[in-house]
């Protein structure tokens, strides 16, 4: 338990920041002072006007697990009159076409893995439940029983007292105009213009205000504040014949998402919210400044004037929808502000340029509860027990934080809130944003883009259409239902053909790396991965990074350049940022220890030159020694390809013998031309990220974020050999790590379905007995059809008493999917391809079965 330091002052008493503190206090942490601007029983912010619905649907494991957590403490929140802060009237969602019906069952695979009661319903039970529905216009609904209203301010105050009893000063009316930095750390906030209060930690939980706060300290809050429409009926006659509260509920809260709009009765009215409307941005700078008397629950700054001309036709839909609300009329209504993000996710964590800094905003009131848990975790042990980097500040590029980008993409974000989204559906706008110095070949060569991270990621290549005509039949991609074949294409079988065949050129330029450079560079590194990084320049480690619990929360690759110089490959700007701090905390205990981590990603591109022909294509543009003997498997050296400098690793994602070749980005044009030219008489193509999906798959690499989160330790992801048992000297989650494993109750499993035609996408249920009913005994993770093996594979977490060769349902769609557990990896399981000479002719893939060809593919 901590003594009287470090001082901890949190920027807001909203439903986040007064959970918040009482969530610190719950583990002894009372050095707690939380500034509010406004009154403290009614702050004026969105918390104040908030509706209340939580809703667990989503496909986020962490993002459903905060809403659980909000489920459960605001149930046993109690007032004074005994009454709790949660109402469970349960959820309903209504298809009115057959596109939203299809995505309830999705929706309610997502439930169902993550543990959450979900059911699909018919149109007669949607009308018993919302007896107000014209069942007409209803197909079937998704009923989430376990979800319903919280009553945010209630709550709020009652997690207030809680936290004062503990020993937590709040003080309202108090407004922040500077937070102190000295020395890359926080030190102070100043309040009302000149008091001072010492502080060692300072979290804003400052809602839509969050850009303000962070301008302060000089870190992008990429949030952008927007108007959104709720409104309330006049009295409804079949509410008032219930006799509810003033804001009581019993029905369902109730989501019409073909329109856009959500409904919850609302004593003897109904409440009707709206996503249909036009984006209204909010300028800080404009909002109605109140003093803190003058706010009240229908005068507060984040309640802005209701504009009835956005809401005309959702009124019309509203009565189509809901007969009975043709005897009413629209009372009252309000704009109310809430905060949108690039991607739709809260920010969570601390600052990557400032020490102390840390920031939960962009967090709903149906999250709010659970990410107060993990931030209060976060600071009090340094790691969150649920997995937080989906809504990790630190995601965002620097390309992605700006005004503009943020605006643009949050406004997107509004638009598309309740839109049936494909998880491979990328941004309409903008595009074009980030492009690797191969970018104008690539389109010469037909590429359908794809976007990540601003980056445009060649899917596939309409220059190998025409390699269709020659694909072997037993390497033929199946024809797909509706979902599943979207942004998909047979060419990237083809493509997965010629890589393991031939030699695939893939553009790695978007992967994100940066250097770590100087006298202590090795140092830090060796205390924060699993591998040894005390090694001789030329060596390449895939390693590990984990939290002092032992949890992975990335794996990356890292080369040394020379003894001073390493490049990591690192999944995310959270890396980045981690490594980072971990810098400056090691040069600042110990200067002649120093090290700089600078991001290299935009000013340099990768090429990935993979297949058994890959060494051949080398041999015409290349002098250096790339044998065996020359450049070992995970090893690096410098080179030249026709006169450009490159590093070459000898390493390879795709389970294929080759390298990934590094130059800078104004080299990059020529490296592409010289490759592709040379392999032209070796059949060398262009290849895309399906492919590279599928073939890594086969391998069983895995990717963090999906196949393995903070939540899971290396030896049950299949991780273990990550961790070098050689290295005796100790490592951020070291000690953790036997006890973790000996707990360990789940394992990754590699999972074949029976058939050869079905495929699954991902985060879909799975289930240990035939026709089980319930919460799913496990997930999937990573999925695709495996071009090589001739049949879809799936990657899940299931019981590790699970064995190779038991039988597991994958429920898609609604429908149960056959599949067996299988060995893996199922491609080159004695890694004699990789770590051969390179010329080995490939298994063709009619070979690969067992004798039973209708259960599970052996290994290749």
């Known amino acids: 338990m901590p003594t009287t330091t470090p001082r901890i002052v949190i920027i807001g008493a ?27 029983d009614i702050p004026g912010g969105s918390t104040s006007h908030a509706p209340g619905l939580v809703f667990s649907s989503n496909g986020s494991k962490s993002m459903t697990e905060f809403a659980q957590y909000t489920i459960e403490k605001y149930t046993g929140l109690k007032g004074s009159d005994g009454t709790g802060s949660f109402l469970p009237v349960g959820g309903l969602e209504i298809a009115t076409t ?168 609302w004593g003897d009215r109904i409440g009707i919210g709206s996503y249909a409307h036009r984006p209204m941005p909010v300028d800080l700078d404009e909002l109605p400044r109140y003093a803190p008397d003058e706010i009240t629950k229908d005068r507060m700054p984040s309640s802005l004037e209701f504009t009835p001309e956005d809401f005309a036709g959702e009124w019309e839909a509203t009565k189509e929808l809901l007969p009975e609300l043709a005897q009413t009329q629209v009372q009252r209504g309000f704009n109310g502000i809430f905060s949108f993000t690039p991607d739709g996710g809260s920010l969570v964590g601390q600052s990557r340029e400032v020490d102390g800094f840390f920031v939960a905003e962009a967090v709903w009131v149906t999250h709010g509860a659970g990410i107060a848990k993990a931030v209060a975790e976060l600071i009090s042990q340094g790691y969150s027990n649920t997995d937080l980097s989906g809504c990790d500040l630190n995601r965002f590029e620097d390309a992605l934080t700006t005004p503009e980008y943020v605006s643009e993409t949050s406004q997107q974000n509004f638009v598309e809130i309740y839109d049936v989204l494909h998880p491979l559906q990328p941004r309409v706008s903008p595009r074009d944003l980030r492009l690797s110095p ?7 060569l037909g590429a359908y883009f794809l976007e990540t991270n601003g980056w445009e990621r060649p899917h596939w290549y309409e220059a190998n259409a025409g390699l269709l005509d020659e694909l072997p039949e037993e390497w033929a991609a199946p024809a797909r239902d509706d979902w599943s074949s979207m942004f998909h294409s047979p060419i990237a079988a083809a493509e997965a053909w010629k890589t393991r065949t031939a030699v695939a050129m893939y ?72 490594i980072s701090r971990k810098a400056r905390e090691q040069s600042a205990a110990d200067p002649s220890k120093w090290a700089t981590v600078r991001e290299t990603t935009a000013g340099t591109c990768c090429i990935g030159l993979w297949g058994p022909k890959a060494r051949a294509v080398m041999s015409k543009v290349s002098s250096d020694d790339l044998s065996n003997a020359g450049l070992k498997y995970f090893q690096t050296k410098q080179i030249t390809i026709a006169g450009v400098p490159v590093t070459a690793m000898r390493l390879s994602y795709v389970g294929e013998f080759g390298w990934e070749l590094y130059t800078s980005a104004d080299l990059g044009h020529k490296l592409w031309d ?142 149960r999917l056959p599949a067996t557990v299988s060995v893996e990896p199922l491609y080159d399981p004695e890694m004699t391809r990789l770590r051969g000479d390179g010329e080995a002719e490939p298994i063709p893939a009619v070979e690969l079965v067992q004798s039973n060809p209708d259960k599970v593919p052996a290994a290749v």
């Open 98 to 265: 057959d596109e939203r019906l299809q995505d309830l069952h999705r929706r309610a695979g997502w439930n169902r893995s993550w543990g959450v009661e979900a059911h699909v319903v018919d149109t007669d039970e949607c009308a018993r439940l919302f007896p107000m529905l014209d069942r007409d216009k209803v197909l079937g609904g998704l009923l989430t029983p376990g979800d319903g209203l919280a009553l945010a301010a209630k709550g709020t105050q009652i997690v207030i007292e809680r936290a004062r009893a503990a020993g937590v000063e709040f003080r309202d009316r108090t407004t922040v105009t500077d937070i102190e930095v000295v020395g890359g750390k926080v030190r102070a906030v100043t309040v009302d213009g000149d008091e001072r209060i010492p502080a060692d930690i300072v979290v804003s939980c400052a809602g839509f205000w969050g850009p303000n706060i962070g301008r302060m300290v000089g870190t992008p809050i990429p949030l952008l504040p927007l108007g959104h429409q709720f409104a309330w009926t006049t009295e409804v006659p079949s509410l008032v014949a219930k006799k509810q509260g003033p804001a009581g509920a019993s029905a369902p809260i109730l989501r019409y998402q073909d329109k856009d709009l959500y409904y919850r009765e």
């Open 674 to 815: 010289v490759l592709f030219a040379a392999g032209q008489e070796h059949g060398i193509i262009a290849a895309g990220r399906e492919a590279f999906n599928s073939l890594r798959l086969e391998k069983g690499f895995r990717s963090f974020g999906t196949d393995m989160t903070s939540e899971h330790e290396p030896v049950q992801a299949g991780l273990g050999f990550a961790v070098k048992a050689s290295k005796t000297d100790d490592f951020v989650g070291k000690s953790a790590l036997a006890a973790r494993a000996e707990a360990a109750t789940t394992k990754l499993y590699c999972l074949v379905l029976d058939d050869r035609e079905s495929v699954v996408l991902g985060k879909e249920p799975v289930y240990l007995g035939s026709g089980a009913e319930g919460s799913a005994d496990g997930y999937v993770t990573s999925a695709a059809y495996a071009y090589t093996v001739g049949r879809s594979i799936a990657y899940a977490w299931l019981p590790n008493s699970v064995e190779v060769g038991d039988s597991v349902e994958i429920e898609y769609l609604g429908r």
């Open 14 to 40: 909203g439903i986040v920041g007064a959970n918040l503190a009482d969530e610190l206090a719950q583990l002894g942490w009372t050095n707690t002072l939380v500034l509010e601007q406004g009154p403290l």
């Open 438 to 444: 191969f970018h104008d070949r690539q389109v010469e």
């Open 507 to 578: 553009d790695m330029t978007q992967l994100k790396r940066f250097e770590v450079k100087g006298p202590g560079a090795g140092e830090l590194l060796h205390g924060l991965t699993t591998s040894s990084m005390l090694r001789k320049p030329g060596a390449v480690s895939y390693t590990l990074l984990l939290d002092e619990a032992g949890g992975i929360t990335s794996d990356i690759t890292v080369a040394i350049l020379d003894e001073q110089t390493y490049q990591v490959g690192a999944n995310s700007n959270i890396d980045f940022a981690y």
